[in-house]
């Protein structure tokens, strides 16, 4: 089991940038790439950014590309997600999630973390 939880959301203008962070407890040396997700109103929820514990590599969509870093410790204990260039697009409820194994998908999520943009 892994138990995640989101910090660093709040509100910020178009333009700013903001750090999210998550911090995971349990048996967090057990997964194999931590991911972040947002949901925005009226919308289904969304794959933003992961990376991959073993080889490092990082992944995002397209939309975000440029703007958003995902990373992470080498304790597998807290994952990131900097976000710079802010668009109200992106205004979301950002969530941080874990997965266990390759192809597998995600196994564990945290409540999320509400983003408001500005225009």
């Known amino acids: 089991q892994v138990q995640l939880v989101e910090s660093g959301g709040g509100l910020v203008q178009a333009g700013g940038s903001l750090r999210l962070s998550c911090a995971a407890s349990?048996?967090?040396?057990?997964?194999?790439?931590m991911g972040w997700f947002r949901q925005a109103p009226g919308k289904e929820r969304e794959f933003v950014a992961q990376?991959?514990?073993?080889?490092?590599?990082?992944y995002y969509l397209d939309s975000v590309k440029g703007r958003f870093t995902i990373s992470g410790d080498n304790a597998k204990t807290t994952v990131y997600l900097q976000m710079n260039s802010l668009k109200p697009e992106d205004t979301a409820v950002y969530s941080c999630?874990?997965?266990?194994?390759?192809?597998?998908?995600?196994?564990?999520w945290g409540r999320g973390t509400q983003v408001t943009v500005s225009s």
């Open positions: 999630a874990a997965s266990s194994a390759a192809g597998r998908g995600y196994d564990f």
């Open positions: 349990g048996r967090t040396f057990s997964t194999y790439a």
């Open positions: 990376i991959t514990w073993n080889s490092g590599s990082t």
